[in-house]
């Protein structure tokens, strides 16, 4: 086997190992059920980052929105990623750092679940949005590796994968996306 291979299917292992082991699952647990709480309550799951991130935030409402596993009716997340009209005025009027937090100011409401994913933790135009949504009773859930950076304190729930590479985080961050999606399914 090519040994890149090999290794990057080792490391990816390591990190499953190790999220495993960690106190990740109940915090995943915990997440789920503020998710259930919203979605019951007549509220709306927001999602925002950057790059992959932003892929991520996009692939997860996708699931929330169209369907995961069983069949349902569609349930209400929206990716904060996608509108280039509101991503591109917004970061040229008032600066890229707030493209979020404009549109949690805007479409986010008391009840609402905000989840910002960024692997540093440190993103500036999340931990906006997460203060926004602070602000206005939106409970934040953060998706970040080692250590969680600010997010980790800014967060009501930061699932900070124990890893340092940012290829390794993100693969485990849409494997507990995927999880959400399905115990949320279950509910």
């Given at each position: 086997?090519?040994?890149?291979?090999?290794?990057?299917?080792?490391?990816?292992?390591?990190?499953?190992?190790?999220l495993?082991?960690?106190?990740?699952?109940?915090?995943?647990e915990?997440?789920?059920?503020?998710?259930?709480?919203?979605?019951?309550?007549?509220?709306?799951?927001?999602?925002?980052?950057?790059?992959?991130?932003?892929?991520?935030?996009?692939h997860?409402a996708?699931?929330?929105?169209?369907?995961?596993?069983?069949e349902r009716?569609?349930?209400p997340?929206?990716?904060?990623?996608?509108?280039?009209?509101?991503?591109?005025?917004?970061?040229?009027?008032?600066?890229?750092?707030?493209?979020?937090?404009?549109?949690?100011?805007a479409?986010?409401?008391?009840?609402?679940?905000?989840i910002?994913?960024?692997?540093?933790?440190?993103?500036?135009?999340?931990?906006?949005?997460?203060k926004?949504?602070?602000?206005?009773?939106?409970?934040?859930?953060?998706?970040?590796?080692?250590g969680?950076?600010?997010?980790?304190?800014?967060?009501?729930?930061?699932?900070?994968?124990?890893v340092?590479?940012?290829?390794?985080?993100?693969?485990?961050?849409?494997?507990m996306?995927h999880?959400?999606?399905?115990?949320?399914?279950h509910?």
């Open positions: 086997m090519n040994r890149i291979i090999e290794q990057r299917l080792t490391e990816h292992l390591e990190a499953l190992q190790r495993k082991a960690s106190d990740l699952p109940q915090k995943l915990k997440c789920a059920a503020c998710v259930e709480k919203a979605l019951s309550g007549g509220h709306k799951v927001l999602f925002c980052g950057n790059g992959g991130s932003a892929a991520d935030s996009q997860l996708a699931e929330f929105v169209g369907r995961f596993q069983k009716k569609g349930l997340a929206i990716a904060l990623t996608v509108d280039t009209s509101i991503l591109t005025s917004v970061a040229n009027d008032y600066g890229y750092e707030t493209v979020f937090a404009h549109q949690v100011q479409l986010g409401e008391r009840g609402d679940v905000l910002g994913i960024s692997t540093s933790g440190n993103s500036k135009n999340v931990l906006l949005a997460i926004e949504a602070k602000e206005k009773g939106i409970t934040c859930i953060g998706m970040t590796a080692e969680g950076g600010k997010m980790a304190d800014a967060c009501d729930i930061c699932l900070a994968v124990p340092r590479v940012t290829a390794r985080a993100q693969e485990m961050h849409i494997l996306g999880i959400l999606c399905e115990l949320v399914d509910e």
